[in-house]
């Protein structure tokens, strides 16, 4: 038996669809982007990039009335956040954020820093929620250049008040940059109706797509403002040594990961066809069941919040006197597959009062079944019990 519950880590498995347009891509098409003639084979090419644009700029219900320019592709999440990071903050700038994120975040900001970006961090309360009081009166005494925040914690499913948030960001004229990493897919997001200057995401995850395509869903506004992170050949104003404006362009040098684009593209089809509400309500439903049963054990404590309101089924679990790694070994050889340790996030970790030891982390999918939610609970319980 093997039940997987690491679905903050990526999606698994991923709706059939995914690796059959990969590999249609692979075996029928695989022409370049914009790298050949006008032949069917690179039209195909042409027309499977956009169509993935187009969905992703209505999904996201993007700038512009969900204009597809506006969506630039790249290898995940971390590399978006990057873009925008290390492309807008020049020395001297001011960025807040806050103690609940991952080192997608922290490392490019903590990497500015050292030149000369001040990093400032709204505090957070132990459930993980954002404070957000305490952002507000940061905003309001602060002369930040730019909000950066995660949608929802990797480490223990809390998510943060967005709109609350981008309410403040907007009042303050301060533009909002947001990680998705573990809500695309799964929360409606509305980049239009908050203003986010720059929506990163990464197509592994909520969106059930393949590892190594991601993306940013931008405000042309705040566009024209981010340096490209890498410059090159993008297939187009080829006469120019410089760097195209024009998005995508202007992001998106060197070939992408076409057949990760194939497999997104199938993968926002099945979710259009799914349904994104539904899938969340799945997901509370096998949520709950878990938090119930963990909640019946002795011994386990449970970090951020206690019940299933403003969180996904992302729960980290330490058990009194047991290292999280071992635990985490022992429900492997019983056929549980769970995270142990900091999950790149140890800030979000000292808010939770977790670090340095850090946690087990168990995460519950779409394809997870109540029954193997009985099981692992079995299983923990025995495991706890030793």
Avoid at 129 to 138: C, F, I, N, S, Y
């Amino acid at each position: 038996m093997s039940v997987y519950l690491n679905n903050a880590a990526t999606t698994w498995p991923k709706p059939e669809c995914v690796a059959e347009a990969m590999a249609v891509f692979l075996s029928r098409g695989g022409a370049n982007l914009a790298r050949g003639s006008s032949s069917e084979r690179d039209m195909g090419t042409l027309n499977s990039v956009l169509d993935c644009r187009m969905r992703l700029a209505s999904f996201f219900n993007g700038h512009e009335g969900g204009d597809p320019r506006y969506v630039t592709f790249c290898s995940n999440i971390t590399e978006a956040l990057n873009i925008v990071l290390r492309g807008f903050l020049k020395p001297g700038m001011k960025v807040l954020t806050t103690s609940m994120e991952h080192n997608a975040v922290m490392r490019p900001l903590r990497r500015l820093e050292k030149d000369g970006v001040e990093v400032t961090l709204a505090g957070s309360h132990r459930d993980g929620r954002m404070d957000v009081e305490d952002l507000k009166d940061k905003l309001s005494k602060g002369s930040f250049d730019l909000m950066v925040m995660s949608h929802a914690s990797n480490v223990c499913g809390t998510i943060q008040p967005l709109e609350e948030a981008a309410a403040l960001c907007r009042e303050a004229g301060v533009p909002l940059v947001l990680d998705t990493a573990q809500t695309a897919g799964v929360l409606t997001i509305d980049v239009s109706s908050l203003e986010i200057a720059a929506l990163c995401f990464t197509g592994h995850k909520g969106l059930m797509g393949p590892q190594g395509i991601g993306g940013i869903v931008w405000k042309p506004d705040f566009a024209l403002k981010v340096e490209p992170l890498v410059t090159g050949g993008t297939g187009s104003y080829s006469h120019l040594e410089t760097q195209p404006e024009d998005l995508p362009d202007k992001f998106e040098s060197g070939t992408p990961n076409l057949p990760g684009i194939a497999g997104l593209n199938a993968a926002l089809g099945w979710l259009e066809t799914t349904g994104v509400k539904t899938i969340a309500a799945k997901e509370e439903e096998t949520g709950a069941c878990l938090l119930d049963g963990l909640k019946k054990l002795d011994g386990i404590l449970l970090g951020g919040k206690q019940d299933m309101a403003g969180r996904l089924p992302v729960f980290s679990i330490n058990v009194k006197n047991r290292d999280n790694g071992v635990l985490a070994d022992r429900l492997s050889r019983a056929g549980f597959e769970t995270r142990p340790g900091l999950h790149c996030a140890p800030s979000a970790h000292r808010t939770l009062g977790s670090f340095p030891e850090g946690s087990m982390r168990v995460s519950p999918g779409y394809f997870n079944t109540k029954a193997e939610i009985d099981a692992f609970l079995e299983a923990l319980a025995d495991a706890a019990g030793e």
